[in-house]
């Protein structure tokens, strides 16, 4: 893996550096073993690379080594929470998330780590309130980028198997494009509430006040990282310039970006680039749930 981060060093890559495991702490013995030497390759190099991940949510639950991965200039991960509903998370046999998830999420932000995580609606045990549910714990755990989607079963799975049993198949979904309005079985949940109360989540969550104000709350808790190497300066001042234009001076909720852009100067100007990445993603998001909602 050092090798690979070489060769991208030497052919002149700065910025960001997606470390691709669908559960990077699913062998600690050997994660344990990378960190240190990954740490000290990025010290010894300048902090060439920010790294990203994907990892279950029980990382929270080893703070050694989420200290290793500050070390190493992880700025952010990627976490399938999914739902804060207990039945329906049994149901997805997500046993890793356990515990006080808010908690667990503020624990990984703590370490300098920016949470992005997926959601899903649709499952059996969701109450009529689910949509509500997502939404607050959305918002209380101020996560910015929430990919939150409608559960549709994928072939030759377990889920796949039991609707099929059950005789609840309405059609094959071989994209595993869950952000869609579009179910492939017969829900629990009347089908027409349920895309209503998806397109709801994705409406609130990315309108820009609600949207801006998650932003800086994990801007605020994830706090100083150890370099931000994603933009030079010419870069960084081209980014500007295309954002400021896009959102400050042609999009009809550019109030809600200068409100936002404006704090980022006086009380967090340490993450001034990030706070363009969020701005950036956050109008991308908030033009696919106006597409969501016409649909």
């Given amino acids: 893996m050092l090798a690979e981060l070489d060769t991208l060093r030497d052919l002149g890559w700065r910025g960001q550096v ?3 495991d669908d559960n990077f702490i699913g062998n600690k013995k050997n994660v344990r073993t990378l960190l240190p030497e990954l740490a000290k390759w990025q010290k010894e190099n300048g902090f060439p690379f920010s790294l990203i991940t994907e990892s279950s949510l029980n990382l929270a639950d080893d703070e050694a080594l989420l200290q290793n991965m500050r070390e190493a200039n992880f700025v952010r991960v990627f976490i399938g929470i999914e739902t804060p ?3 329906s998370l049994h149901e997805a046999q997500k046993s890793q998330n356990r515990g006080n998830l808010l908690d667990s999420v503020k624990t990984i932000q ?37 990919m939150v989607g409608l559960l549709n079963a994928l072939p030759d799975t377990q889920l796949w198997r039991r609707l099929e049993r059950e005789g609840r198949l309405l059609g094959e979904d071989a994209s595993g494009n869950n952000t869609v309005c579009t179910l492939n079985f017969k829900t629990r949940m009347d089908p027409d509430f349920l895309i209503q109360g998806y397109q709801s989540i994705m409406r609130t969550i990315y309108s820009p006040r609600e949207y801006y104000e998650r932003a800086l709350d994990s801007i605020r808790r994830t706090g100083q990282q150890l370099s931000d190497p994603q933009y030079t300066h010419i870069s960084g001042f081209k980014a500007l310039a295309k954002i400021l234009l896009k959102l400050g001076v042609l999009d009809r909720e550019r109030k809600e970006f200068w409100r936002f852009f404006t704090h980022v100067l006086i009380r967090h100007r340490d993450k001034f680039t990030d706070s363009l990445r969020l701005a950036a993603v956050g109008y991308h998001f908030r033009k696919l749930s106006d597409a969501y909602g016409e649909s």
Avoid: H, L, T
Wanted: hydrophobic content about 50%; charged content about 25%; glycine content about 6%.
């Fill in 85 to 87: 509903v207990e039945e």
């Fill in 18 to 20: 997606f470390i691709v």
């Fill in 110 to 146: 703590s370490y300098g780590m920016e949470v992005m995580a997926g959601f899903i609606v649709g499952f059996d045990n969701d109450p009529a309130d689910i949509f509500e549910r997502q939404i607050d714990f959305i918002r209380k755990s101020a996560i910015p980028i929430a």
